[in-house]
């Protein structure tokens, strides 16, 4: 069974400063995808970053960056320069084989000004 | 031009009713999804349909019934409305298996009185 973990129901940051949200997931599949989405008040389900498991490289896209470490099955968010914007429910997800997508149970991140 | 679009957003019915959710993708996609996102914001798989035929049907009731005329539809309809089927209902898409990830609709918020 494939399963993610996200210990943390809420986080909160300063605007400008640097959050880290925490993901763990278990697999005993070899090739798999991560990846975080984010959900602002909106509802719509926006894609932040995706990693490959086989790339030993952490994946970033501007202010967002993730900290990959495969062998502890671990897949965490780093969040620079904290916007107001970046308040929202975010949700790491794992795709193995198969036509599914598996989410945790999400992390709410709320900016302070 | 929104690539996976629902419709309604919002269904507000009563229980014992019959309703159908329309989901539609303009991405070329071979693959869509049906999930569930219940009070706790926690998000389930409930079908996947790869070039029309059924992937993944996971533990739903029978009250459920998932139909796609063509690649570019998946409806979902739900028989015998009972409350616990309140919820925010998402289509998705995704070329294959969803490497990189999967497109979401903007979900439909079903209430059920």
């Known amino acids: 069974a494939q399963t993610v973990t996200q210990s943390q129901p809420e986080m909160s940051v300063q605007e400008a400063e640097t959050v880290t949200l925490s993901c763990t997931y278990d697999?005993?599949?070899?090739?798999?995808?991560l990846f975080w989405y984010k959900q602002p008040p909106s509802r719509q389900m926006i894609l932040v970053i995706r990693q490959e498991a086989y790339k030993q490289q952490n994946a970033t896209e501007n202010r967002f960056s993730v900290n990959f470490q495969k062998a502890a099955k671990s897949f965490s968010l780093k969040i620079s320069d904290s916007q107001l914007g970046d308040a929202a429910m975010y949700f790491c997800?794992?795709?193995?084989?198969?036509?599914?997508?598996?989410f945790g149970k999400g992390t709410s991140l709320l900016v302070t000004p | 031009d929104t690539a996976v679009s629902q419709t309604p957003k919002y269904l507000v019915t009563q229980m014992g009713n019959d309703k159908s959710i329309k989901c539609e993708q303009n991405?070329?996609?071979?693959?869509m999804y049906w999930y569930k996102q219940d009070s706790k914001k926690f998000l389930k798989i409930m079908f996947s349909?790869?070039?029309?035929?059924?992937?993944i049907n996971e533990t739903v009731p029978n009250r459920f019934s998932p139909k796609s005329p063509d690649k570019a539809h998946l409806n979902l309809h739900i028989n015998s409305l009972e409350l616990g089927d309140s919820a925010v209902y998402f289509c998705?898409?995704?070329?294959?298996?969803?490497?990189?990830?999967?497109?979401f609709g903007s979900g439909t918020r079903l209430t059920v009185v």
């Open positions: 997800a794992l795709r193995t084989s198969g036509y599914a997508l598996n």
């Open positions: 998705a898409s995704s070329q294959g298996q969803g490497s990189y990830g999967y497109t």
């Open positions: 697999t005993s599949e070899s090739d798999y995808y």
């Open positions: 349909y790869n070039n029309k035929e059924l992937i």
């Open positions: 991405l070329g996609h071979d693959t």
